[in-house]
């Protein structure tokens, strides 16, 4: 009835199941609440003015944490909890620049709102990376 385009991750080389394969989008989504959520107590906490400020305020603060974390740990504290990481296709560690770029895409949201059939968001196709479970 239609093409055969195997398990999300194949073309990469990447295991169908278990450690190294591509993070199911419910343990992705998870991981995105849980950092925005982190970062909303930062933001309330140290930053905001007031309720209007809050959101403003939570996306600064989701955007630094992704940079800062990806670009340097390979995860965000949420991905690091729920047992996934951001890696290069290579399987390497990804570039602190890659890892900036993909990180300001994810926070305008739209690229990371268009998948492929690996279900890999825009920014992570533009920034060659795929986040993996751990």
């Given amino acids: ?3 055969d385009f195997g398990y999300r991750g ?8 278990g450690p190294g394969s591509v993070a199911p989008v419910g343990r992705r989504i998870a991981a995105l609440c849980l ?17 209007s400020s809050l959101g403003n305020w939570t996306l600064l ?6 940079i800062l974390t990806v670009g340097t740990l390979g995860s965000t504290p949420g991905k690091r909890l729920l047992g996934l990481r951001v890696v290069h ?4 560690r990804l570039s602190f620049p890659r890892a900036a770029v993909r990180t300001v895409l994810l926070a305008l949201a739209i690229p ?3 998948w492929d059939r ?11 990376a795929v986040q993996i479970r751990v």
């Fill in 35 to 51: 950092d925005w959520a982190l970062c909303a107590l930062i933001a309330y906490g140290l930053l905001a003015d007031g309720p």
């Fill in 89 to 92: 296709l290579s399987g390497q």
């Fill in 10 to 17: 194949e073309r990469f080389g990447l295991p169908e199941h």
């Fill in 118 to 128: 690996d279900t890999r968001g825009l920014h992570d196709r533009l920034t060659d």
């Fill in 1 to 3: 009835m239609g093409v």
């Fill in 61 to 66: 603060v989701f955007t630094l944490t992704g």
């Fill in 112 to 114: 990371a709102l268009i």
